[in-house]
């Protein structure tokens, strides 16, 4: 049985189709004070598998709720499918007196989880902050899918260094093409300076791979930067197109040919599903 979170729906559709499993019915309710109230209905015993995102702090108690829910309604067994960790990148305690944002919400949901898994985390060690066995999926190799077969003399970029992996698994899941990063250096929440690579991009396709897009600032500069150097064509691929704010219009400004995200978060630009990717770790 597959259960989903109210952020989730469609990629929890997608992966009942791929498992051939059934689709149940939650309903998402708010009291008048504001609290939350996710409820499924009653199953036969068997796997419960629940897929929820936890993009907001609402998304973070829905699924607490549904874990136990679907034990209430019979489940005996609840994998829990995180397809984006909200929380993820606070990772460490920056400064002293903060918390390890991802552990203390790792170790919660672990309370009502058998097992998790979740896509492509800021930092795959955030695994070991679960109790039970949890897993990283890696998807980004599907992020090649929607990219047209002729690109010119193709590079495959990230925005830093921390995100080279990525770019390699997307050029290598295309088939061809150069791999390099750029140096960014992050002056606040929304303002980021990015250094050029050396790889020379004129009159060339660039493909710029991240895990996440949030405000959009560190792509949007990769972008201006590229353009200056006489790109040709610039397509954007992440695996969680976040896009909080004005993001994608920033994007669209800066004059991507297209941007190619995952339904981790479900966005207009999440054209590629990670559900065949999630079945094969199930
Ligand atoms: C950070 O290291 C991540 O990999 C992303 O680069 C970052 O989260 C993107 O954030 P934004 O879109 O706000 O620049």
Redesign the pocket.
């Known amino acids: 049985m597959i259960v989903s979170g109210s952020a989730s729906q469609s990629l929890a559709a997608s992966l009942a189709r791929v498992l051939d499993e059934p689709l149940t019915t939650p309903t998402y309710d708010r009291f008048p004070d504001g609290e939350t109230l996710a409820a499924v209905p009653e199953f036969e015993g068997g796997r419960a598998t629940v897929v929820a995102s936890t993009v907001s702090n609402d998304a973070h108690i829905e699924l607490l709720q549904l874990q136990d829910a679907v034990r209430e309604a019979g489940a005996e067994e609840v994998v829990t499918v995180i397809p984006y960790m909200g929380y993820g ?1 606070q990772d460490d305690a920056f400064e002293a007196g903060h918390p390890i944002s991802a552990r203390a919400v790792a170790r919660a949901i672990s309370t009502g989880a058998d097992r998790v898994l979740t896509v492509n985390p ?1 930092e795959r060690d955030v695994c070991e902050f679960f109790e039970p066995t949890a897993t990283a999926v890696d998807a980004a190799g599907r992020l090649a899918e929607p990219l047209p077969d002729a690109l010119e003399d193709p590079v495959f970029l990230s ?2 260094a ?2 080279t992996h990525l770019a390699e698994t997307v050029r290598d899941a295309y088939g061809a093409g150069e791999t390099d990063y750029f140096e960014k250096t992050r002056r606040s929440g ?1 303002e ?1 300076e990015i250094s050029p690579s050396d790889v020379d991009v004129a009159g060339r396709d660039v493909v710029v791979t ?10 949007s500069e990769a972008v201006a930067v590229l353009s200056e150097r006489g790109v040709d064509r610039v397509f954007i691929t992440c695996v969680h197109p976040l896009l909080v704010r004005n ?1 994608y219009t920033k994007l669209s400004r800066a004059g991507v040919e297209a941007i190619y995200g995952t339904d981790t978060v479900e966005r207009p630009v999440s054209s590629v599903s990670v559900a065949p990717a999630i079945a094969d770790e199930l």
């Open positions: 990148r800021h925005p830093d921390g995100a929304t980021v991240d895990d996440i897009i949030a405000t959009g600032s560190t792509m993001a």
